[in-house]
């Protein structure tokens, strides 16, 4: 049995994973609950400082809806349709109007930091696997392309007008 300790989700532990966040060259980290992989339900924290691009993907299989709840910081969510439009945005905080999102399997998405130290709760179906090609956004630059930085400050701009 796991020490009950590390059943508490504390103010020092979103300490921890937004600092690693912060020294991450994602600018993103993430803590399991869930023991590996293999598990049938991820839970997780998830911390994310601003300048972490994540590609617009999506989730086909039908059990992979994916719900964050903010914790602390601001995240911004922004949905796309097939083409790359943006369809909807928001920002998330603590205690705020909007705090949690919810993703339906098959719906183009990224999220951003808004602010440094920002973490989430993270709950989704496993077992982990990586995204297949058809999950990627294909008129969205991949993580790492030169072009990733300009799409994202674009995605940032949309998102702080909301």
């Not at 600018?27 to 869930?34: C, D, G, L, Q, S």
């Not at 059990?63 to 910081?73: A, P, Q, T």
Request: with cysteine; net charge negative; charged share 25%.
């Amino acid at each position: 049995m796991k020490s009950l300790s590390q059943a508490i989700v504390s103010q020092s532990l979103l300490d921890a994973v937004s600092r690693a966040a912060a020294e991450s060259p994602r600018r993103r980290m993430n803590r399991n609950f869930h023991d590996d992989n293999e598990a049938p339900c991820h839970r997780l924290l998830n911390a994310i400082e601003p300048g972490s691009y994540i590609q617009p993907h999506r989730h086909l299989d039908p059990n992979k809806e994916e719900s964050m709840i903010v914790l602390r910081g601001m995240l911004g969510v922004v949905f796309f349709d097939e083409d790359g439009r943006v369809l909807e945005t928001a920002k998330l905080t603590p205690g705020g109007e909007n705090v949690a999102v919810n993703i339906p399997v098959g719906v183009y998405h990224s999220v951003l930091g808004l602010e440094a130290g920002t973490v989430f709760f993270e709950a989704k179906a496993g077992p982990y696997l990586p995204l297949l090609p058809e999950e990627k956004a294909p008129w969205a630059p991949g993580e790492g392309d030169g072009a990733a930085e300009a799409y994202h400050a674009g995605l940032l701009a949309r998102v702080m007008k909301t």
